[in-house]
């Protein structure tokens, strides 16, 4: 079936660590997004990209970054830059043209904590 | 900001209509609603959307007002299984990025009560 795939669901690291979040689709979508959900609150945007090899920051870009060199791909690092890392972070993605829709297929999230 | 406004939180008994509401006064002649629910430590699930006409699925019915300035998600026979935090957001379709309008606000955590 086609859907999203996030890995780890859950991640422990230490302070100082840069770690790297898993996002596979196989839905044939050109948009991708990295949101962070803290306890209690809405989603924020991190990164997104509408196409390979291209990609804008969001909201809450600082300490982490991002890449797309693959359309099913766009994995997310949180570099020890990031003052509070320890957050649930959800991967998304779209369709950006053609027919109805258009509404947002989101992965199962993947819980990070630094210990 | 969020370009969306939802009540914090909702109570509604097992069996009946659960109607949460969504004011999205500045929302733009070109952006569709479009309703989420997201239940505990899982990723959203996308519910329905509209333009301007009452839209209805397998899952939810959709009521926006006249003037879009607001609208009106119906889960007709709530279950505890709805229990979840619901979001409503607006973007233009096919918008593939920008953060305005794919940025979700808190949303309405409604709590189905046996």
């Known amino acids: 079936d086609g859907g999203i795939t996030q890995s780890p669901k859950y991640l422990f690291r230490k302070e100082g660590q840069n770690v790297t979040l898993s996002c596979e689709q196989n839905l044939n979508h050109d948009a991708m997004y990295w949101y962070r959900q803290d306890p209690g609150q809405g989603l924020r945007l991190i990164y997104y990209s509408q196409i390979v090899n291209d990609f804008q920051k969001g909201d809450i870009a600082e300490g982490y970054s991002v890449s797309r060199e693959k359309k099913e791909s766009f994995p997310l690092t949180v570099t020890s830059a990031q003052k509070n890392p320890t957050a649930f972070y959800l991967c998304?993605?779209?369709?950006?043209?053609?027919?109805?829709?258009?509404?947002?297929?989101f992965g199962e999230g993947s819980r990070l904590t630094v210990l | 900001d969020a370009k969306t406004t939802q009540p914090p939180s909702m109570d509604c008994a097992e069996g009946r209509a659960a109607n949460l509401p969504c004011n999205h006064s500045t929302i733009s002649g070109n952006e569709y609603v479009y309703w989420y629910r997201q239940i505990h430590s899982q990723g959203p699930q996308y519910i329905i959307h509209g333009l301007k006409n009452n839209e209805t699925n397998e899952m939810a019915s959709l009521i926006i007002t006249e003037d879009r300035k607001s609208s009106t998600l119906i889960l007709p026979h709530a279950t505890l299984r709805d229990t979840a935090v619901y979001y409503c957001?607006?973007?233009?379709?096919?918008?593939?990025?920008?953060?305005?309008?794919?940025?979700f606000g808190k949303g309405t955590h409604l709590i189905i009560q046996p």
């Open positions: 998304a993605s779209t369709r950006t043209s053609g027919g109805a829709g258009g509404e947002l297929f």
């Open positions: 957001i607006v973007r233009a379709l096919w918008s593939g990025g920008g953060a305005d309008g794919l940025t």
